[in-house]
């Protein structure tokens, strides 16, 4: 049983290294490092930002998905531009398939009036590909009952590919929406030397901060209701996040849906992905979020759910910045 287990598991990741197409990493908390949702994000704080974000999903099932992403980017105010650069890997199944991308991002600020953005951005990176063959189990060995397998002379192989991206994002001090094309050039990420060319991702988000004003509150205790969309389609799949943060230094919280549920792939497979609560604070220059996403799919009993932990820095402000702030200011989430 556990041999026929890992063939099947063997056959999926060469399917999806041949054939199939692959989906890309998500994360949860999407606007803590907003770059890796758009290039159009780079340089939208007035401050050297960088964000670390590690996702653990399905940890109940064997060989499930762990994923990594750090990010950095930079507004320059003599140019009118954003840069960044991101870095994210990424790890599925028994076998371990692995994707690592860098990528270098530019956004030019266009301002269309007072306190009104707009911001296009382009992104090129490189990425590459493997399958630890060595962890699997094939046809030829179940059937020879021997170690060796032909597929083994594919060990140790590797798949590169240029990968190019753009997006745009529009925003005033309350509100924002953008949307964000990734593998614009649709690369060939076959491991086996035939034709997998990976298709594009299109991206749209948006939102909107309502800041809440109390009696006889002071500025620095401010209080927001931060609503946030992200809807991504790849291939024949789509997905949406919905949700809501409150936030109140030094902490904040949120809660939100991932799913389309008028929507199903296979009949009785209703698209409701997870609910996931986050919460998190702000120390300094430093803010930490945690997040868990509960599994509301047939999944539920046997996933474990998921679990995300992000930490973002931001270098302070200067009198320079402070003043630059006031005049720029990007209503994002800040998780």
Same mark, same amino acid.
């Given at each position: 049983?556990?041999?026929?287990?890992? #063939? +099947?598991?063997?056959?999926?990741?060469?399917?999806?290294?041949?054939?199939?197409?692959?989906?890309?990493?998500?994360?949860?908390?999407?606007?803590?490092? $907003?770059?890796?949702?758009?290039?159009?994000?780079?340089? %939208?704080?007035?401050?050297?930002?960088?964000?670390?974000?590690?996702?653990?999903?399905?940890?109940?099932? $064997?060989?499930?998905?762990?994923?990594? =992403?750090?990010?950095? @980017?930079?507004?320059?105010?003599?140019?009118?531009?954003?840069?960044?650069?991101?870095?994210? #890997?990424?790890?599925?199944? %028994? &076998?371990?398939?692995? !994707?690592?991308?860098?990528?270098?991002?530019?956004? *030019?600020?266009?301002?269309?009036?007072?306190?009104?953005?707009?911001? $296009?951005?382009?992104?090129?990176? /490189?990425?590459?590909?493997?399958?630890? *063959?060595?962890?699997?189990?094939?046809? @030829?060995?179940?059937?020879?009952?021997? @170690?060796? !397998?032909? /597929?083994?002379?594919?060990? &140790?192989?590797?798949?590169?590919?240029?990968?190019?991206?753009?997006?745009?994002?529009?925003?005033?001090?309350?509100?924002?929406? &953008?949307?964000?094309?990734?593998?614009?050039?649709?690369?060939?990420?076959?491991?086996?030397?035939?034709?997998?060319?990976?298709?594009?991702?299109?991206?749209?988000?948006?939102?909107?901060?309502?800041?809440?004003?109390?009696?006889?509150?002071?500025?620095?205790?401010?209080?927001?209701?931060?609503?946030?969309?992200? *809807?991504?389609?790849?291939?024949?799949?789509?997905? +949406?996040?919905?949700?809501? =943060?409150?936030?109140?230094?030094?902490?904040?919280?949120?809660?939100?849906?991932?799913?389309?549920?008028?929507?199903?792939?296979?009949?009785?497979?209703?698209?409701?992905?997870?609910?996931?609560?986050?919460? &998190?604070?702000?120390?300094?220059?430093?803010?930490?979020?945690?997040? /868990?996403?509960?599994?509301?799919?047939?999944?539920?009993?046997?996933?474990?759910?998921?679990?995300?932990?992000?930490?973002?820095?931001?270098?302070? @402000?200067?009198?320079?910045?402070? !003043?630059?702030?006031?005049?720029?200011?990007?209503?994002?989430?800040?998780?």
């Amino acid at each position: 049983m556990m041999n026929q287990r890992k #063939y +099947l598991i063997g056959f999926g990741l060469l399917l999806a290294g041949s054939a199939a197409v692959a989906q890309d990493p998500h994360f949860t908390q999407f606007y803590a490092a $907003p770059t890796h949702l758009s290039p159009a994000f780079a340089g %939208t704080t007035v401050q050297s930002r960088f964000a670390l974000q590690f996702r653990d999903q399905w940890p109940s099932i $064997p060989g499930a998905f762990v994923s990594y =992403n750090l990010a950095a @980017d930079q507004y320059l105010s003599n140019l009118n531009s954003g840069i960044g650069l991101l870095a994210t #890997y990424d790890r599925a199944g %028994t &076998g371990g398939l692995s !994707s690592t991308s860098i990528a270098l991002q530019y956004a *030019y600020e266009i301002k269309l009036k007072h306190k009104v953005f707009l911001r $296009p951005a382009l992104q090129f990176g /490189y990425a590459s590909r493997s399958v630890d *063959y060595s962890k699997l189990v094939f046809n @030829d060995q179940l059937a020879r009952g021997g @170690d060796v !397998s032909s /597929y083994e002379l594919y060990d &140790g192989r590797k798949k590169g590919y240029a990968d190019i991206g753009s997006g745009l994002l529009l925003f005033t001090p309350k509100l924002w929406f &953008g949307f964000a094309i990734q593998h614009m050039n649709h690369p060939n990420e076959s491991l086996l030397d035939n034709e997998s060319a990976m298709p594009s991702q299109f991206n749209m988000h948006g939102g909107y901060r309502y800041k809440m004003r109390t009696p006889g509150m002071v500025r620095k205790d401010a209080q927001s209701l931060v609503f946030a969309f992200n *809807y991504r389609a790849q291939g024949k799949f789509d997905q +949406l996040d919905i949700g809501a =943060n409150f936030e109140r230094k030094p902490i904040f919280a949120g809660l939100w849906y991932r799913g389309i549920p008028i929507k199903s792939y296979a009949p009785g497979y209703a698209n409701n992905d997870a609910i996931a609560a986050v919460v &998190g604070f702000m120390v300094g220059d430093w803010r930490f979020g945690y997040s /868990y996403d509960i599994t509301i799919s047939k999944l539920a009993l046997n996933s474990g759910g998921a679990h995300e932990i992000t930490a973002i820095f931001e270098l302070a @402000d200067s009198r320079k910045k402070r !003043s630059m702030a006031r005049r720029r200011v990007v209503p994002c989430a800040k998780f």
